[in-house]
Nanobody, 128 residues
Framework: QLHVVESGGGLVQPGGSLRLSCVVS???????????IGWFRQAPGKEREGVSC????????NYADSVKGRFTISRDNAKNTVYLQMNSLKPEDTAVYYC??????????????????WGQGTQVTLSS
């Protein structure tokens, strides 16, 4: 059982930036490189949507069209941490952001069901 904890959310003005962190607690002998990681978000009254994900191994990244060019996902396997750098934030980015882990080699932002372990989420709020 993996434990996933997100942090870094907060209140930010439109056009601002935030960096979310996702720390994955692994069992002894395990390494974050075995897993693909995804970021999802859910705004009030809306369905959960995929934001970005990064595969294991070569670290290929995928992004939702709504965040391409503004968000960047990265991973530091030595720190068991995945980051989501969010720039040029817009009011529609307001949501609870969740980090999720899959044992699959590839990752998809359109297949939340493939992710087995989820964090509790961190709130991102855009307000002027």
């Amino acid at each position: 059982q993996l434990h996933v904890v997100e942090s870094g959310g907060g209140l930010v003005q439109p056009g601002g930036s935030l960096r979310l962190s996702c720390v994955v607690s692994l069992v002894s002998g395990d390494t974050l490189d075995y897993y693909a990681i995804g970021w999802f978000r859910q705004a009030p009254g809306k369905e959960r949507e995929g934001v970005s994900c990064i595969s294991r191994g070569n670290g290929n990244a995928n992004y939702a069209d709504s965040v391409k060019g503004r968000f960047t996902i990265s991973r530091d396997n030595a720190k068991n941490t995945v980051y989501l750098q969010m720039n040029s934030l817009k009011p529609e980015d307001t949501a609870v952001y969740y980090c999720a882990v899959t044992t699959l080699a590839y990752c998809s932002v359109n297949a939340a069901f493939e992710y087995l372990y989820w964090g509790q989420g961190t709130q991102v709020t855009l307000s002027s």
